[in-house]
């Protein structure tokens, strides 16, 4: 030690392992230069810090002032604490509260977590991170980024306060606010929330991650599918396998959007389901089942199709109307191609009733009916099986003259602008022909007579809940949403 002049006062050059400690923190360096009236201490070479609790802080060189008791650490500045290590050209360090700042960007390894921001905050007490402006947390698994982040190394616990995107390979996440286990990945994200994984898309206001593979959403849901231009809303929504699975639930609306011809389903809650094996799709709707499409509407206790074989399947109630008729049966199976419905089997109990005017019905019934529909989703042919009956109304120049009522193992019947136009009975044909006038009332009725038309769904019943949007990602060096767009709403309307 000897004595020198700084900044015009007396001082102290102290060299060769100098140590001093400041209430509890131990601090070393090679040679130092203390300036007892300003109560400054300049050290450089070796710098070490050492406090109670086990952090250690290292660098080239260390202001400290005893005044403020704040060092300032510089030059490949290392922060060690268990498995916590931070890396930054520049470190402030409070020696009294033990707390430890950065302003000029820092690396910070925790195990396998990686972070990187350029200001931050550690305060060893409790274990806390804090970290502002171009943020990364980076696991093996995926990359958060964001402005604003806290990071609880004991629990491993990210928080977040504005907008932040998490990636993996295959998925997408963005939010606005909420919190993350990083080791557990499990948490809960608000103010708008977005996932995207294999061309599917998740939006709704909050959701909870319950595990890398599953979770829940609430508030305005909206799920598009890109691969099968499937969209559904709903209220809540529950996800598994990367959305592999996805139930909705409360006032669904799903959509296999079209520009002019687009297939609609109300119901209570929706199961859509992909194997990821075979890559087949299947979609269940439960409770108040509603279904349409051009012309053509249903209901039923449960819908469920397979792009296996492209069909709807109808049971617990289902019926089934276009423009002038009323099908049903104790189950309804309804064959897709090129998104529009065109063939259906109604069986057992198939009835099919066709409204000839305001007060005569055609009607047909057998174990079971296959029928087949136009573009316009509208009846054009049926044949019945086993057990047939029927009323079939004959027309001359348009008006109704006779009707004839017939008993028959198997029938056809052609249809033109929902009007029967042919009829073919086979087997076993028992029945009799009666001018219109003579045709006994008692007779007017099969015996499963139903016309309900008025609760045929109207259009309107389908309108969209909520136009949703799609949050655009900030950060444009990670993969951004699929770039398959779904339609705008305006086009699933004709």
């Given at each position: 030690?000897?004595?020198?002049?700084?900044?015009?006062?007396?001082?102290?050059?102290?060299?060769?392992?100098?140590?001093?400690?400041?209430?509890?923190?131990?601090?070393?360096?090679?040679?130092?230069?203390?300036?007892?009236?300003?109560?400054?201490?300049?050290?450089?070479?070796?710098?070490?810090i050492?406090?109670?609790?086990?952090?250690?802080?290292?660098?080239?060189?260390?202001?400290?002032?005893?005044?403020?008791?704040?060092?300032?650490?510089?030059?490949?500045?290392?922060?060690?604490?268990?498995?916590?290590?931070?890396?930054?050209?520049?470190?402030?360090?409070?020696?009294?509260?033990?707390?430890?700042?950065?302003?000029?960007?820092?690396?910070?390894?925790?195990?396998?977590?990686?972070?990187?921001?350029?200001?931050?905050?550690?305060?060893?007490?409790?274990?806390?991170?804090?970290?502002?402006?171009?943020?990364?947390?980076?696991?093996?698994?995926?990359?958060?980024?964001?402005?604003?982040?806290?990071?609880?190394?004991?629990?491993?616990k990210?928080?977040?306060?504005?907008?932040?995107?998490?990636?993996?390979?295959?998925?997408?996440?963005?939010?606005?606010?909420?919190?993350?286990?990083?080791?557990?990945?499990?948490?809960?994200?608000?103010?708008?929330?977005?996932?995207?994984?294999?061309?599917?898309?998740?939006?709704?206001?909050?959701?909870?991650?319950?595990?890398?593979?599953?979770?829940?959403?609430?508030?305005?849901?909206?799920?598009?599918?890109?691969?099968?231009?499937?969209?559904?809303?709903?209220?809540?929504?529950?996800y598994?396998?990367?959305?592999?699975?996805?139930?909705?639930?409360?006032n669904?609306?799903?959509v296999?959007?079209?520009?002019?011809?687009?297939?609609?389903?109300?119901?209570?809650?929706?199961?859509?389901?992909?194997?990821?094996?075979?890559?087949?799709?299947?979609?269940?709707?439960?409770?108040?089942?509603?279904?349409?499409?051009?012309?053509?509407?249903?209901?039923?206790?449960?819908?469920?199709?397979?792009?296996?074989d492209?069909?709807?399947?109808?049971i617990?109630?289902?019926?089934?109307w276009?423009?002038?008729?009323?099908?049903s049966?104790?189950?309804?199976?309804?064959?897709?191609?090129?998104?529009?419905?065109?063939?259906?089997?109604?069986?057992?109990?198939?009835?099919?009733?066709?409204?000839?005017?305001?007060s005569?019905?055609?009607?047909?019934?057998?174990?079971?009916?296959?029928?087949?529909?136009?573009?316009?989703?509208?009846?054009?042919?049926?044949?019945?099986?086993?057990?047939?009956?029927?009323?079939?109304?004959?027309?001359?120049?348009?008006?109704?003259?006779?009707?004839?009522?017939?008993?028959?193992?198997?029938?056809?019947?052609?249809?033109?602008?929902?009007?029967?136009?042919?009829?073919?009975?086979?087997?076993?044909?028992?029945?009799?022909?009666?001018?219109?006038?003579?045709?006994?009332?008692?007779?007017?009725?099969?015996?499963?007579?139903?016309?309900?038309?008025?609760?045929?769904?109207?259009?309107?019943?389908?309108?969209?809940?909520?136009?949703?949007?799609?949050?655009?990602?900030?950060?444009?060096?990670?993969?951004?949403?699929?770039?398959?767009?779904?339609?705008?709403?305006?086009?699933?309307?004709?």
């Amino acid at each position: 030690m000897k004595s020198i002049i700084i900044n015009g006062n007396k001082g102290q050059l102290l060299t060769g392992n100098v140590q001093f400690e400041q209430r509890g923190s131990k601090v070393y360096c090679n040679q130092a230069e203390y300036d007892p009236v300003n109560q400054v201490l300049n050290g450089t070479g070796n710098v070490r810090i050492i406090n109670p609790q086990g952090a250690i802080v290292t660098g080239e060189r260390l202001n400290f002032s005893s005044e403020s008791n704040l060092a300032i650490v510089s030059g490949d500045v290392l922060l060690r604490d268990n498995s916590l290590t931070i890396k930054a050209p520049v470190l402030i360090y409070q020696t009294e509260s033990k707390i430890g700042s950065y302003n000029q960007g820092a690396d910070i390894k925790d195990g396998n977590t990686y972070l990187r921001s350029r200001y931050g905050i550690y305060n060893p007490n409790i274990k806390e991170l804090y970290f502002r402006k171009d943020v990364i947390l980076q696991t093996p698994d995926y990359t958060i980024q964001t402005d604003t982040l806290k990071y609880q190394s004991d629990i491993k616990k990210a928080t977040f306060f504005t907008y932040t995107q998490i990636n993996t390979e295959e998925e997408q996440i963005i939010f606005n606010k909420g919190y993350y286990f990083t080791e557990e990945k499990r948490g809960f994200f608000s103010d708008s929330f977005a996932y995207a994984s294999r061309g599917k898309i998740m939006v709704a206001d909050s959701a909870i991650a319950e595990n890398e593979n599953a979770g829940k959403a609430f508030g305005h849901v909206w799920f598009y599918d890109s691969t099968e231009s499937w969209q559904m809303w709903g209220n809540k929504a529950n996800y598994e396998g990367k959305l592999g699975e996805t139930w909705i639930y409360e006032n669904v609306l799903a959509v296999n959007a079209d520009k002019s011809d687009s297939l609609f389903i109300l119901c209570d809650s929706l199961l859509n389901a992909k194997d990821t094996n075979t890559n087949i799709q299947e979609i269940t709707a439960y409770s108040n089942v509603s279904l349409m499409q051009k012309n053509s509407a249903a209901t039923a206790d449960i819908m469920h199709y397979s792009d296996l074989d492209s069909q709807f399947r109808l049971i617990g109630n289902p019926v089934m109307w276009d423009s002038a008729t009323r099908m049903s049966g104790d189950s309804i199976r309804l064959k897709i191609k090129n998104q529009k419905l065109k063939e259906g089997s109604l069986f057992p109990s198939a009835t099919i009733i066709i409204q000839e005017d305001s007060s005569h019905f055609s009607q047909i019934q057998g174990d079971s009916i296959h029928y087949y529909l136009d573009s316009q989703q509208k009846i054009t042919a049926s044949r019945v099986f086993r057990n047939g009956e029927s009323i079939y109304y004959i027309r001359e120049k348009d008006t109704l003259q006779s009707v004839f009522k017939t008993k028959c193992s198997d029938m056809y019947f052609g249809f033109a602008d929902n009007k029967i136009k042919k009829a073919v009975f086979y087997k076993e044909n028992k029945g009799k022909l009666y001018p219109i006038v003579e045709f006994p009332e008692e007779e007017m009725k099969l015996s499963r007579w139903i016309w309900d038309y008025e609760k045929k769904p109207k259009r309107l019943f389908f309108k969209l809940p909520f136009e949703q949007v799609i949050p655009k990602a900030r950060y444009k060096s990670i993969p951004n949403l699929p770039k398959s767009k779904p339609k705008k709403w305006y086009q699933f309307w004709n």
